[in-house]
């Protein structure tokens, strides 16, 4: 079935190490992929996001990566400060005949940086 | 800007009843969604809108009522609430759906129990 889920459901790393956040999807049909960022009490905020004509993106500290042979994408946040402690979503967005207002969210992370 | 605004954020009904949990953004966005949150699911889309006088279903519709009126209005109208409901929803509006030119930008969501 169309699914995006998460390998790990929590991740702890040490503040000023890289974190890794990946994610996969089963929907080879997709071509758009956004990771989103979930603090406590509030709404997802837009981090970064890929389309499937690429297979890396990057921003500020975050790198995202798009590997369509697997079905896997990841989340690269280079040293990890306590205030990106959240819970951190991918989202699918499949194509259904042409039609694209359908993001598929995963169960997302919980990345919890230690100091 | 505001961005998008959910009211109210807090709410407890009992089995049966009705409300309506107001959604508003000043981005003249056009498309508009509703999502619920629930633990260990990630997000569900419920309802969306790609504009006024247009809404489609999601994921998850049943149970649920919207209308959109306005390009800034997307209320969300609970029937007859169930304990199936108790969740957070979340708002979110973009230009295009989600897509990369326009991300979507949640609210901070509406936590609903139904008892």
């Known amino acids: 079935g169309e699914s995006v889920g998460l390998h790990l459901p929590t991740l702890s790393v040490q503040e000023g190490d890289n974190s890794i956040i990946n994610c996969a999807y089963s929907?080879?049909?997709?071509?758009?992929f956004i990771w989103y960022k979930q603090e406590s009490g509030k709404g997802p905020q837009f981090i970064i996001d890929i389309r499937s004509n690429m297979d890396k993106r990057q921003g500020q500290r975050v790198t995202v990566l798009l590997n369509k042979t697997v079905k896997h994408l990841s989340l690269q946040i280079a040293a990890t400060q306590p205030g990106d402690s959240a819970v951190y979503f991918c989202a699918e967005n499949p194509i259904y005949g042409g039609a694209t207002n359908k993001l598929i969210f995963g169960t997302g992370t919980l990345l919890a940086v230690q100091p | 800007n505001a961005g998008v605004t959910q009211t109210p954020k807090f709410q407890v009904l009992k089995t049966g009843q009705s409300m309506t949990l107001q959604c508003a953004q000043d981005m003249n966005h056009e498309y508009m969604s509703w999502y619920r949150q629930d633990p260990g699911m990630g997000l569900r889309l419920i309802h969306y809108?790609?504009?006024?006088?247009?809404?489609d279903q999601g994921e998850v519709p049943n149970g649920y009522n919207v209308s959109r009126s306005t390009t800034e209005d997307f209320p969300l109208r609970l029937l007859s609430a169930a304990p199936s409901q108790t969740s957070v929803y979340f708002c979110?509006?973009?230009?295009?759906?989600?897509?990369?030119?326009?991300?979507?930008?949640f609210g901070n969501g509406t936590r609903l129990t139904v008892t």
């Open positions: 809108s790609v504009g006024a006088g247009i809404t």
């Open positions: 979110a509006s973009g230009r295009s759906g989600g897509r990369g030119d326009s991300p979507l930008h």
């Open positions: 929907n080879s049909a997709s071509d758009y």
